[in-house]
């Protein structure tokens, strides 16, 4: 099997341009954060505090996650619930953000993972891909933009959804949450040695697109 493994700093343009990348590959789009997303997702229902280990390591014994695509777009099953949609708030990204500073969160999915890329050709997205969750991926990319850049686009995204969103607000969070990732004890964000390093700072998306698409298509020549 073929594994492409994207990693990198959210805002950099990662799902999409994977996503687009695995379309034109034919190989399965795995987005890992929905994982994270969902287990977030989990606890917030639960009523409990997502920041608290102990709570979330019991919670995890009654969960079941599952992906499933339909029509090639990656559906999350919690046990049994298609919750693709209901994941995508900042509520929940905030949960998925604390819960996967924790071991035996990252634990819980790494099977998961790891046996999608077992089984399929996939392009796989998150933070730890290329280091840890497939140290093996036939190409591994590390996808950035500065994070006045990422700002930028965060705040074009969150006024077109009708979202309040001050440039210097947004710019702080993105940095803080850069932090977070790139910190924390178990598996930050890091590039991988062998991973090419793509800068998207100040281009299109369709510019980024291309060039990634033309650089894997290179490297499976
Ligand atoms: O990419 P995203 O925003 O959907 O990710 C949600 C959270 O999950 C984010 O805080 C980072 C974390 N995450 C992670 O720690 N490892 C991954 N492989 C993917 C996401």
Redesign the pocket.
């Known amino acids: 099997m073929i594994n492409i493994a994207i990693d990198g700093p959210?805002g950099a343009g990662?799902?999409t341009i994977a996503k687009h990348l695995a379309k034109t590959l034919g190989f399965l789009y795995v987005?890992?954060?929905?994982?994270?997303?969902a287990i977030g997702l989990y606890v917030l229902r639960q009523g409990e505090d997502t920041r608290d280990e102990d709570t979330v390591e019991k919670l995890l014994e009654n969960i079941q996650l599952r992906l499933a695509y339909v029509e090639g777009t990656q559906r999350v099953l919690l046990n049994g619930e298609d919750v693709s949609q209901a994941i995508r708030t900042q509520e929940v990204?905030m949960a998925?953000?604390n819960v996967?500073a924790m071991p035996c969160v990252?634990e819980f999915l790494f099977s998961l993972q790891q046996n999608m890329a077992r089984d399929n050709n996939v392009v796989m997205?998150?933070?730890?891909?290329g280091t840890v969750?497939l140290p093996n991926a036939q190409i591994k990319i590390f996808l950035t933009a500065t994070a006045e850049d990422r700002a930028r686009r965060r705040c074009l995204e969150l006024k077109e959804k009708g979202q309040q969103a001050e440039y210097e607000t947004v710019l702080e969070e993105v940095k803080q949450?850069d932090y977070n990732?790139s910190h924390r004890a178990i598996?930050p964000l890091k590039q991988a040695p062998d991973a090419i390093l793509v800068d998207t700072t100040g281009n299109e998306l369709e510019t980024s697109i291309e060039i990634l698409t033309n650089l894997v298509k290179e490297k499976l020549k």
């Open positions: 959210s990662k799902s987005d890992t954060g929905a994982l994270y997303r990204a998925a953000s996967s990252r997205d998150g933070r730890d891909i969750v949450r990732d598996a």
